[in-house]
């Protein structure tokens, strides 16, 4: 069973910047492609960034350049940086872990940009 603890939402005003982490409770944690997804009052869930297992990264094009999603296989975490924050991040992010065609989900922690 993976457990995986998001932490770093908040509320910031627009161009502001926040640093998700989400911790995972997996054994080989290299092995795991993670990412975050969101999901906004009344949308669907959509990927935000994933960084596979070899360390390929991808970015929703909204997010793209503003957003940089790393990891810590040392950790066992995830981050999400997020600068120039705008209206339209606000939203449940949520983290996963994927590994042998598994998706496990984090509680989701909330982002809101507003002034």
């Known amino acids: 069973q993976v457990q995986l603890v998001e932490s770093g939402g908040g509320l910031v005003q627009p161009g502001g910047s926040l640093r998700l982490s989400c911790a995972a409770s997996v054994s080989i944690f290299s092995r795991y492609d993670m990412g975050w997804y969101r999901q906004a009052p009344g949308k669907q869930r959509e990927l935000v960034a994933g960084?596979?297992?070899?360390?390929?990264?991808n970015y929703a094009d909204s997010v793209k350049g503003r957003f940089t999603i790393s990891r810590d296989n040392a950790k066992n975490t995830v981050y999400l940086q997020m600068n120039s924050l705008k209206s339209e991040d606000t939203a449940v992010y949520y983290c996963y872990a994927r590994y042998g065609g598994i998706d496990s989900w984090g509680q989701g922690t909330q982002i809101t940009v507003s002034s």
């Open positions: 960084i596979r297992s070899i360390g390929t990264r």
